[in-house]
């Protein structure tokens, strides 16, 4: 489930702050939309598709994050933002992962994929580690 209402936060209206922020739920919005829209579930994607620059994005997170006021809903931001960890430079055709029946595993009939997605699916990790460490600072900030 992902939550596509107004994210409260306690900044002035007025403060230069506040405008970085309605653009920051902005972009926040319209990346759920995207990932609603297009079926991403576990797979691997090329940057390419995403509708705004990945850093854009992760800093949209980080800004609506930190300015959350609701536990609950910063918990869904920061479900949704490490979503941006399946999102890659130069991956090329989508990799649609899906669990396969231990009966029917077998040796890779395609070895150079096999490497590539073994490759991609570190990078994930990897990415995923280090945008639960931003996400979790913007927490912290959130908290004070």
């Not at 979503?83 to 430079?89: A, G, M, P, V």
């Amino acid at each position: 489930m992902l939550y596509e209402g107004p994210f409260l936060s306690q900044t002035p209206p007025e403060s230069r702050h506040a405008i970085a922020l309605d653009a920051a739920n902005d972009a926040v919005s319209e990346f759920v939309r995207f990932v609603r829209d297009n079926s991403i579930g576990n797979d691997l994607v090329d940057e390419i598709e995403l509708p705004i620059p990945k850093p854009v994005l992760i800093e949209a997170f980080t800004r609506v994050i930190a300015a959350e006021d609701r536990p609950d809903i910063r918990a869904l931001l920061v479900k949704a933002g490490l979503t941006l960890s399946q999102y890659h430079i130069g991956l090329g055709e989508r990799i649609k992962v899906r669990p396969i029946p231990a009966g029917t595993r077998c040796r890779a009939s395609n070895p150079h994929l096999a490497r590539k997605f073994a490759c991609a699916l570190l990078l994930t990790a990897t990415e995923r580690t280090r945008l639960t460490e931003i996400y979790q600072n913007a927490v912290k900030l959130a908290r004070h």
